[in-house]
């Protein structure tokens, strides 16, 4: 062709690019008239378009077909700081080269709006494009670097953008041909997260096909090319700036029915129909319709009516469930899609780690998991309605059902109940039935079916899944022990899991022998015999049994038994699969349990790695964040983790709901973070709601209502309320009767009032509660459990307050050795137990042993925390006081001046503690004979004093009683006795009681400062008579 027809068929290119299918064709036959070969020219380059998206690579598709496009820039020219090195393909939203930028030195996928395309709408819809994709940060997603703005040759303003450039990119289905089934389906998982966290972000794609999707030489996916993607509103539904009433965009072949009507309701599911389709191609090995030689109006109907081409025809590899999960997303009603991509995900996973999918074939059991989850609030009358229709259908088909077999039977009742389920559609409005409701109705009517055991096995152990998925664990033990009553009607999978939930939910219900008793049986009795099961359903069944010595209190043992776990899941499925993220998740609330806060806070930096690099599942990526900042916490990090935690409140209660037990586990954690940091009127309010849901939810004596308790007597008790230590004493009377007086449980609850007591000062009620938490410790707990530690500590610390250095010291020392082997050396708890045994060393005048002991605690310090931490100047002031009281001033003298630096940096002026080491320094001054120096330095202070309104009367009167001491070792002692009769007379109004100590050694000093005045005044006289 001509270039003069080039540009012409060029020119009805543009012209017809952004209309839709209709319109388009209209147009084309009008502008090319009877001119076939200038129709084909513009069908080809629209073709093209279609297929190229934003690269058209060779190696992907296999073709070099792309519109004859002005070939703009050639290699080794520059678009602003990148070299151009070849052009890697075109289409309507752009030309895409690979470019080479300096500075950094990188490769990147330059695309660019070509010149001849600068128009008011193209140039708005790429710029879009690049605001919508710069929302994104996801492994998943192709990375915007840089935007700018080109000026060519002729003066033409062509935006760019720069992306990740992928190297050894292949399209999606390319690369898949020579994968394996779980190969495809793990990557796929990636694209669906990817696409998900764009969901979040507000962008819907809307144009998802095999050339968009591309994997290089990592493995993981990247979704690219987002030119006709829009912003999503709050409600999930598309804004409007670029796309008109009626239009259509996409790739018609990979385009949801809804989008074929230029429907506004075009939302997030409809990325779902697209994910459907690449997944049918990806696993089947060709799309699932069939359009060559088809006209668009073909087309067009066969997407809006006609099913995909049964899978079992397209593969007989595919599994049934890998369909039925395509089938669901492919629905041509939205409503009936996977609402999200994380759904769809999730299904995905659930299939990956040989669990049931929640997809499925239309059966009663199904349809009636999937009317629960879609309308866990409903309307009352019409679930009255529904049940009682449901009720009766048994009577309708019993002269049907007599005339056959029992499958013949089961066919039929499956058919029509399923038909009422899938028919009813409750609406908005009236009485409010919770989902926990509406399930013992339906258990109810399951009973019904008792003469077709096997139905009602399949019907209960939907019933099951349901509950167990709701966390309602009463009813979850309830459906399980009848599930297992027709165990001979089950098949031997669905026979392990619903032992699995039986298990599961007496654990929740701190039902732990009973647990335990199901545990054992199926793992050393029924598990050996049933060969066939798949390993994940053993894994599972371990993973409970861990579970449940975590609750026993036997942590180290669920530990050990987590990490052996661990290791052959990851062995077996790999380090990606749904159960080794379980297991992993267990292995590090364990630890967090056992107090190794070390350990699990670098588990969790290793999974929030892990999810920046392979993509990740929000609901994993919530629990490793949450319980990263939990371990924080626990390393007294209290800061960052108070960040974390605030942060996930929105995310947590939009995914689980106010009232889940994972929202509630995180707030319990944030009012502990509220706790550590004196912040107790913000924890109160949050722990007094969290008592009553707890309550509501598992009643007075569960283990989480009495762990809220003591959270919240805590609370009340640090701010002063008497209210606090008497929930904390009725907690240790009900879990000692609960679970026994050595129960791991009860003697928590006794460290927390022992502890409560000895901070209030109540030394004489603390003292029994703490010897008994030691006795009872001793006897429970190993070396290498954290709580014996902890409360030898605690009656160390109390013997401290209490005076008894040489008990205090005794304990101390054990408990910081023990802490030392067990959490390190550099764990923030291991630092405070040492340094509080080093104080008691210090108090016998035992000055070398203590000074050892401060130096080690401080060396570890300076280590361990951030370089402004409170914790290092607290300890270079406990080792100067050391030296000062052993009289080695010198040494006394470096220290404080060493916290004065500190303080210097990281404290205001007239911050209290950083005037306590200015007089600290002064006296050492002055021990050490340099009184001028102390002299300046005091008066240094003083003025400091001023900045600081607040100060305490009595610790100004310190300081300035530290000036005038100085004044007098510099031999001013007509000041010093100024300054002593000021101070005497402002501490007389102060003080009121002439008897007191305090103003009779101020008493003292002023008359040894008159009579050191007088004696200096009286020298000159003698010499001179």
Known sequence: ?????????????????????????????????GDDSLRREVVRMLDADSRAGFLDLDAASGSSAVPTLPASHREGETIGPFRIRRTLGSGGMGIVYEAEQQYPRRRVALKMLPASFVRPGAELRFRTEIELVARLDHPGVARVLQAGVHTSSSGVEQPYFAMEFVPGAQDLIAWGRERSQRERLEAFVLVCDAIQHGHQKGVVHRDLKPANVLVGETGIPKVIDF?????????????????????????????????????????????????????????????????????????????????????????????????????????????????????LL?????????????????????????????????????VLVLLSIVGGAGVALAAMVRANDEADRFRSINRVLTGMFEDVRVEDGGADIRAEELLDRAAERVGEFGDRPGLEADLRLTLLKSYSSLELHEPTVREARRTLELARELEPQDEIAAAYRLARGLAKLDRFGEAREVADRYLDEWLPAHPQIPPAAVYSMRHVSSLIARGEGKVREAT??????????????????????????????????????????????????????????????????????????????????????????????????????????????LADVYIATAQERKAIPL????????????????????????????????????????????????????????????????????????????????????????????????DADEPLHRGTAELGQLRLNQGRFAEASALLGVAWRGYQRHSGELAPVTLAVGNNYAGSLLEQELWEESSEVFIDVLSGIQRAVAPSDPRILACIINLATCHARRGEHRLALKRFADGLDWATEHLPQGNPRRLRLLDAVGSQLVELGRAEEAVALYRELMQSTELNPELEPLTRSEFRLGFANSLVAAGRFDEAVEELETLTEIEEARVGDPESAWLKELEAKREDARAKRDATAAKPRSQGG
């Not at 067009?300 to 590899?317: G, N, V």
């Not at 299939?351 to 499925?360: C, I, N, S, W």
């Not at 928590?748 to 000062?761: A, C, T, V």
Request: charged fraction near 30%; proline fraction near 3%.
């Open 227 to 343: 030119g006709v993607a829009h912003a999503v509103d709050g409600t999930g539904e598309l804004h409007t700036r670029l796309t008109q009433a009626g239009e259509i965009v996409g790739t018609l072949q990979y385009m949801a029915p809804e989008q074929l009507d230029g429907s506004r309701k075009i939302d997030t599911r409809t990325d779902v129909y697209a994910l459907g389709l690449l997944m049918y191609e990806l696993m089947c090995g060709h799309a699932p319709y069939e359009f060559t030689g088809r006209s668009l109006t073909d087309i067009a109907m066969m997407i809006r009516d006609q099913p995909p081409r049964p899978i079992r025809e397209s593969s007989e590899t595919v599994p049934d469930e890998v369909g039925w999960i395509i089938l669901r997303a492919v629905e041509k009603d939205p409503d009936r899609r996977y609402s999200s991509a994380s759904e």
């Open 560 to 669: 050990q038994q987590l990490e052996a776990l661990l290791v052959e899941v990851r062995e077996e499925g790999g380090a990606s699969t749904n159960l080794h993220s379980n297991v992993e998740m267990s292995l590090l609330q364990s630890l967090l349990d056992g107090g190794q806060y070390r350990e699990a806070e670098r588990l969790a930096r290793r999974r929030l790695k892990r999810f920046d690099e392979r993509g990740r599942s929000e609901h994993q990526w919530f629990l490793s964040r949450w319980l990263h900042a939990k371990s924080l916490h626990k390393l007294s990090r209290d800061d960052e983790a108070q960040e974390i935690m605030e942060s996930l409140l929105s995310d947590v209660r939009e995914l689980y709901g106010a009232e889940h037990e994972r929202t509630r586990l995180l707030l319990h954690d």
């Open 346 to 382: 999730a299904d995905i996973q659930r299939f990956l780690d040989h669990r049931p999918v929640e997809a499925g074939k239309p059966g009663l059991g199904y349809t009636l998991a999937k009317f629960v989850r879609r309308h866990r609030v409903a309307s009352a009358a019409a």
């Open 1 to 33: 062709m001509t270039t003069n027809r080039t540009e012409e068929a060029l020119h009805i290119f543009e012209r017809v690019l952004d209309l839709d299918e209709c319109e388009r064709a209209l147009l084309i036959e009008e502008a090319c008239g």
């Open 687 to 782: 722990l007094e709601e969290l008592a009553r849901v707890s309550e509501e939810h598992h009643g007075p004596t569960h283990s989480e209502t009495l762990l809220v308790q003591a959270s919240l007597a805590r609370a009340l008790a640090e701010i002063g309320e008497e209210e606090g230590v008497d929930l904390l004493r009725e907690a240790v009377n009900t879990r000692a009767a609960m679970f026994g007086p050595g129960d791991p449980r009860t003697l928590e609850s006794l460290f927390r009032l022992g502890r409560i007591l000895r901070q209030s000062n109540r030394l004489d009620e603390a003292e029994p509660v703490l010897v008994e938490l030691h006795e009872r410790s001793l006897a429970v707990f190993t």
